[in-house]
């Protein structure tokens, strides 16, 4: 028993030292532990040897039995670590990666996202409004009566109104996604904090920083005690949080019918940080945003009493805010399709 | 508006350079576009918003910069005193006028004027400002109209016929040739002057050229009026005629202007025209014009402002606007001169200390308080739109925006009736002429637009279109749409399926998805009621535990005409026991499919005789139904 024992070791590693692949090694492997391996059918042999002398062949078996696996282990790790050798040096690791084809987002979807991350993280929630509109919600609801001379500054397209029951000139196609403050407003008590991305339309002729569709921003909050500071706050996180903190954000005085105090924002050029470029004209400030406290007349038409509420509105340009941030010094590239441009973002 | 520096340096003395005086007066609100040195002058280019008329006069301009400096104003001196005016010769004139289209009315007449070239400083003085001198006394009247803000005419008195000036409104249609020298139809409602027999002027916008001053006019009537805003700008926007007088009536005059401006225009005229005050001085109106008072509460100050404004600092600021604060009890009053007619409510004098006080100097802080956590009216969750978004670009498509506004010919190229579309009246050009009711136009346009620089093109737009064949029925729906002109219909269908799968829509039931997607010329191309499946989606996942027991799967391959939909095949092999939890077609081979059936009971392990009693209904029930037989 004993000499066929020492038999099946030496059979047993001088197989495994001559193995050269896994797949060889894993076949003596069997050969010799597997279930009706040589080693595994000799150990249940040990049964047949007489009881006194069970002991010492079964301690004998053992020990052979973990020589086997320790020099199997042994070429394992060596065979493997070959293996790895070999495979590596088939690979051409200087070679580009194959991509898989993804598509890309959109320049505007990129500015409307992370904006409304922005906004979320101080308490705002966002709304989207219709575009087809009533001179109501775009002009009168934000205290622009019919012949209010600011109108001149928002020419607008009109919708044809034959065979309808509207009188001409009163639905329109927006000129600011203002439109919704009215619309919100008459619709829930505050306190609130809103946000509206969306797209607006001006009767004007197309060029590099004109359209007569354009992507704008409105946020408005009305609470007991917002204050003007609060706007200038706000605006400043915004912009520096949109930006970058290197950006400075500095406030003018400035009119809008819809709110009193108003305000303008300027921020230093994103493209030059405020040296002086062609995008802003070599002034280092870019106008921004229009803002200000919504003026009593708005939040008495929605009904809301200016005595106990009050709040802050802002409006910007955000295919403005969009090429300024990917140094695009031309509104048309956004309303581009041309896969040249989208494949940049 | 061009304003030159050494103008508004007879009124005001400047301490600061003009890159200083450009800031300061931005920061306060009167934009100044651009600064530029002409001829030894410095030229503001000024930016004029809507609520301030008086910033369309150098004095205007002059007391702002005072306001700025801290320093006092010098107004022109006036010599004579119409008020107590005792005209020699009286030339006769009767006006008659309407307060509602003319307020206030105010002239004289000078008799024995000599008309000719102004002499040269009121010349230089026009042209740096843009205006094109005329003769002495139409260059003294522009010259005043532009140092206060007050829009003046002289009219030719002997043209008048009948000694009679009646202001009406025009009926319409009426011929009328300016004085220099254009021909307009009229408005109705326009307000004009007549005498005896015509038209003479077209109030507030231009002055008629049968009455106008010129190089034989030796009696003048000059007239300072205010004029009604709204229906100045109607005719001014009607017959696209602007004028600086008109901008100045629209923004509402100095109502309270209209004498001294007349002083300054008669000082002036007697001094570079000669003649002599021939009639009394005219002023019809039905109210005095004085300025008004408005109430601010300092507490109320802070609360807008979020600072505490020292009082001594509100005071001294509404001081240097000259608005002639007075303190009592907690209430501060002031009183707003008559060219400040934008200031009328509390929040309006909040803003006058706001803005000289500096906004640059206002801490910056966030709003603290309650957050509202019920859902907003209109709320939008871009969420949704992301994750589609996400999916549509991990299978290639890049997102594009395109115009809603589309052309006649587009929709025509589609196959859709103008009539049925929303039309623009005033369209900025032919091409953007209607509202579009469907995306796909613009993505195939799209796609074209590639095809010189891509060979594989897979594009989708989420947008709005705009349905209903009039305004009445008019409604705006997001659809998603997406083209490719290399996937073929089964990996579009695919990816339709994937999204409404995320959306928690079950697309088999969508029967209808075959209908969104489309053959075209140039590919492939989807469009999916966007707004629709926001209604259906089911946002809320719920956990399913595992199963406890192994599904069995088997393959089919059945027999089948072609004729029969996989769909139809797969439906009725899923009515045959509720264990079936999945079919899905695995392959197709000219007329063999194989079917993939996953059998899942919850309760037990399935047994081979469970599932061949299964298998044998289907065989049998699709061999009735579509006369299938199984592959042998």
Same mark, same amino acid.
């Given at each position: 028993m004993e000499e066929e024992l020492v038999g099946i070791k030496n059979a047993a590693i001088s197989f495994i030292l001559e193995c050269n692949s896994l797949e060889e090694l894993e076949e003596v492997k069997l050969q010799f532990l597997g279930r009706s391996g040589k080693l595994t059918q000799a150990i249940k042999n040990i049964a047949t040897v007489p009881l006194e002398r069970r002991p010492e062949v079964g301690m004998l078996a053992n020990e052979i039995k973990n020589i086997i696996e320790d020099t199997i282990e042994q070429k394992y790790q060596t065979l493997k670590s070959e293996h790895y050798k070999k495979r590596k040096s088939a690979i051409?690791?200087?070679?580009? /990666?194959?991509? *898989?084809?993804? $598509?890309?987002?959109?320049?505007?979807?990129?500015?409307?996202?992370?904006?409304?991350?922005? !906004?979320?993280? %101080?308490?705002?929630?966002?709304?989207?409004?219709?575009?087809?509109?009533?001179?109501?919600? #775009? !002009?009168?609801?934000? #205290? %622009? *009566?019919?012949?209010?001379?600011?109108?001149?500054?928002?020419?607008?397209?009109?919708?044809?109104?034959?065979?309808?029951?509207?009188? *001409?000139g009163e639905v329109i196609l927006r000129t600011q996604t203002s439109n919704m403050q009215g619309r919100i407003l008459e619709k829930m008590k505050p306190p609130m904090r809103v946000i509206v991305p969306g797209k607006v339309y001006r009767y004007e002729q197309t060029d590099a920083s004109h359209g007569f569709e354009f992507w704008q921003l409105e946020g408005f909050a009305v609470d007991k005690n917002i204050t003007m500071s609060d706007l200038f706050g706000t605006i400043d996180y915004f912009i520096k949080k949109f930006? $970058?903190?290197?950006?400075?954000?500095?406030?003018?005085?400035? #009119?809008?019918? !819809?709110?009193?105090?108003?305000?303008?924002?300027?921020?230093?050029?994103?493209?030059?940080? $405020?040296? /002086?470029?062609? !995008?802003?004209?070599?002034? $280092?400030?870019?106008?921004?945003?229009?803002?200000?406290m919504i003026h009593p007349n708005v939040l008495k038409t929605a009904k809301i009493d200016p005595n106990i509420w009050q709040g802050f509105a802002f409006g910007t340009g955000f295919s403005r805010m969009a090429t300024l941030k990917y140094q695009m010094d031309d509104l048309r590239l956004l309303t581009n399709p041309d896969l040249r441009i989208l494949e940049q973002f | 508006m061009l304003v030159p520096l050494s103008w508004l340096k007879e009124y005001v003395d400047i301490t600061f350079s003009p890159a200083q005086l450009g800031e300061r007066l931005t920061e306060a609100g009167l934009g100044v576009e651009k600064i530029e040195k002409i001829d030894g002058d410095i030229i503001f280019d000024l930016e004029i918003t809507p609520n301030r008329p008086d910033w369309l006069s150098i004095i205007g301009v002059a007391r702002e910069i005072a306001a700025i400096e801290g320093k006092k104003i010098k107004l022109p001196r006036i010599k004579n005193d119409l008020e107590k005016n005792k005209p020699k010769n009286v030339l006769p004139l009767t006006i008659k006028t309407d307060y509602k289209i003319n307020p206030r009315f105010t002239g004289i007449i000078i008799d024995g004027v000599r008309v000719k070239e102004s002499p040269g400083w009121l010349k230089e003085k026009l042209l740096k400002m843009n205006q094109r001198p005329i003769n002495n006394i139409v260059d003294i009247t522009n010259f005043v109209m532009l140092e206060f803000g007050n829009p003046i005419h002289a009219f030719d008195y002997n043209k008048i016929e009948g000694n009679i000036m009646q202001v009406k409104q025009a009926r319409g249609g009426e011929p009328f040739k300016s004085v220099d020298g254009f021909n307009y139809r009229l408005p109705k409602d326009a307000v004009v002057i007549c005498d005896s027999k015509k038209i003479i002027d077209l109030c507030g916008i231009k002055g008629g050229y049968n009455s106008g001053t010129f190089d034989s006019t030796k009696t003048i009537f000059v007239r300072v009026p205010v004029e009604n805003p709204v229906l100045i700008r109607h005719a001014s926007q009607y017959l696209a005629l602007r004028s600086e007088a008109s901008s100045i009536f629209e923004r509402g005059v100095n109502a309270g202007g209209t004498i001294e401006a007349l002083k300054r225009c008669v000082d002036l005229i007697l001094e570079l025209a000669g003649g002599e005050i021939a009639s009394k001085t005219y002023d019809l109106k039905d109210q005095e014009f004085n300025p008004w008072k408005v109430k601010l509460r300092p507490e109320r100050l802070n609360k807008i402002t979020g600072i505490e404004i020292k009082e001594t600092e509100v005071l001294n600021i509404l001081e240097k606007l000259n608005l002639k604060p007075k303190k009592s009890a907690e209430i501060i009053t002031v009183t707003v001169p008559t060219y400040r007619n934008d200031l009328k409510i509390e929040e309006d004098i909040i803003e006058e200390v706001a803005r000289l006080y500096g906004y640059n100097k206002f801490p910056k802080t966030l709003p603290f308080g309650e957050i509202q956590t019920t859902e907003i009216p209109y709320f939008k969750n871009y969420k949704t739109d992301e994750k589609v978004k996400n999916i549509l670009t991990s299978c290639g498509f890049s997102e594009i925006y395109t115009y809603s506004l589309i052309s006649e010919r587009a929709l025509e190229g589609m196959g859709i009736n103008p009539d049925k579309a929303l039309r623009i009246d005033n369209p900025v050009s032919l091409e953007y002429e209607y509202l579009r009711p469907t995306l796909k136009p613009n993505l195939i346009k799209a796609l074209i637009q590639n095809k010189p620089n891509f060979d594989e093109i897979n594009l989708f737009e989420l947008g709005k279109v705009y349905s209903g064949k009039n305004i009445d029925e008019a409604k705006e729906e997001y659809y998603l749409s997406g083209i490719s002109n290399k996937k073929n219909y089964y990996e579009i269908k695919g990816i339709v399926e994937a999204i409404l799968d995320e959306l928690g829509i079950p697309s088999g039931d969508e029967a209808g998805l075959t209908k969104n997607i489309e053959v075209v010329d140039e590919g492939i191309i989807f469009e999916l009621n966007y707004s629709k499946l926001l209604e259906k989606t089911t946002n809320k996942k719920i956990f399913k535990p595992l199963p406890k027991y192994p599904p069995v799967m088997e393959d089919i391959s059945l027999v089948i005409n072609t004729e029969i939909k996989t769909a139809d095949i797969i439906s009725e092999i899923k009515k045959q026991s509720e264990i079936i939890k999945n079919v899905t077609l695995l392959d197709q081979f000219d007329d063999t499919r194989t079917f993939h059936i996953i059998y899942q009971d919850m309760q037990k392990n399935l047994s081979k005789e469970d599932t061949v009693k299964i298998r044998e209904k289907i065989l049998k029930t699709l061999k009735e139904k579509f006369d299938a037989e199984i592959r042998k």
């Open positions: 051409d690791v200087t070679k580009p /990666g194959i991509k *898989p084809e993804i $598509g890309h987002i959109h320049p505007i979807t990129h500015t409307i996202l992370e904006t409304i991350d922005i !906004f979320k993280s %101080i308490g705002f929630q966002v709304a989207d409004g219709p575009e087809i509109e009533t001179d109501y919600y #775009n !002009f009168e609801a934000l #205290n %622009i *009566p019919k012949d209010h001379p600011s109108r001149d500054t928002q020419q607008t397209l009109y919708l044809d109104t034959r065979e309808s029951k509207v009188e *001409p930006y $970058g903190e290197d950006i400075k954000v500095k406030f003018v005085c400035h #009119n809008f019918p !819809f709110v009193e105090p108003g305000a303008e924002a300027y921020i230093t050029c994103a493209v030059c940080k $405020g040296k /002086g470029c062609t !995008f802003c004209k070599r002034s $280092g400030w870019v106008e921004m945003l229009g803002a200000g | -």
